[in-house]
């Protein structure tokens, strides 16, 4: 049973430009939620997708926009990179409000 | 809104000794769940442990134990019998119990790096 499987492990950018994160979630969850992580702090929460909807954000600006797919997969974007984007940028997938989460092994995001 | 402190940036225990990682919170809400994450050199947030706030018995996994003082708003790891592969960062999270949209966020603290002495 495949875990929560994150794409690209690595990447880097140059300032301005434009990044795409992408997110597999478990087998069987439904729920998808992206947080970000810089160095040497806790993940912050952006936002969570369900039925292909956005239901929740956290405070993170409008450059940061997301997608469900059909299948459940997600996708984070992020415009207009600036310096302070950089850091590890998790998922997470969950079945229902009350189940507990899966995390994947995140996206480190190095802007330049 | 909800804050999670962890006051021990680093944490460092002998192989086969306890420790015991420290965590605040801070909510309104008397209905909500805590969670201890470990997030080891591999970046995968894993879950340690995890207790309902309206369960008075502390929680309870293998060699992993809470101490859970709800009035406080304390929320205590411990880790008996330290291996090397306990090694990692600690986070500590909470999350509200309230059904609903907008309710499903984990807020995270800061975390302890735990070292494990051979």
């Known amino acids: 049973d495949a875990g929560v499987t994150q794409s690209p492990t690595h990447l880097i950018k140059t300032r301005g430009q434009q990044v795409t994160l992408r997110c597999s979630p478990k087998?069987?969850?439904?729920?998808v939620s992206w947080y970000q992580q810089a160095l040497g702090q806790g993940p912050q929460f952006i936002f969570q997708?369900?039925?292909?909807?956005?239901?929740q954000r956290g405070n993170f600006p409008d450059r940061f926009s997301g997608h469900q797919f059909p299948n459940y997969s997600s996708e984070l974007n992020v415009n207009a990179l600036l310096l302070g984007d950089s850091a590890l940028y998790l998922c997470?997938?969950?079945?229902?409000?009350?189940?507990?989460?899966?995390f994947g092994s995140g996206t480190r995001l190095t802007v330049v | 809104a909800q804050t999670v402190t962890q006051s021990q940036p680093e944490m460092s225990v002998q192989e086969a000794e306890t420790v015991t990682l420290s965590c605040t919170y801070d909510?309104?809400?008397?209905?909500?769940?805590l969670f201890w994450y470990k997030q080891p050199p591999s970046r995968q947030m894993i879950l340690v442990i995890r207790?309902?706030?309206?369960?008075?018995q502390n929680a309870t996994e293998n060699r992993f134990s809470v101490n859970f003082q709800k009035a406080a708003k304390s929320f205590s790891l411990k880790i008996s019998d330290s291996q090397l592969g306990d090694a990692a960062m600690y986070f500590c999270?909470?999350?509200?119990?309230?059904?609903?949209?907008?309710?499903?966020?984990?807020?995270f603290g800061t975390g302890t790096r735990l070292t494990i002495i051979p």
């Open positions: 207790q309902e706030a309206y369960k008075q």
């Open positions: 997470a997938s969950s079945l229902t409000a009350l189940s507990g989460y899966t």
């Open positions: 997708y369900y039925e292909e909807e956005e239901r």
């Open positions: 999270a909470y999350r509200s119990a309230r059904r609903g949209f907008g309710n499903e966020k984990l807020t």
């Open positions: 909510t309104s809400e008397s209905d909500y769940y």
């Open positions: 087998s069987g969850h439904d729920t």
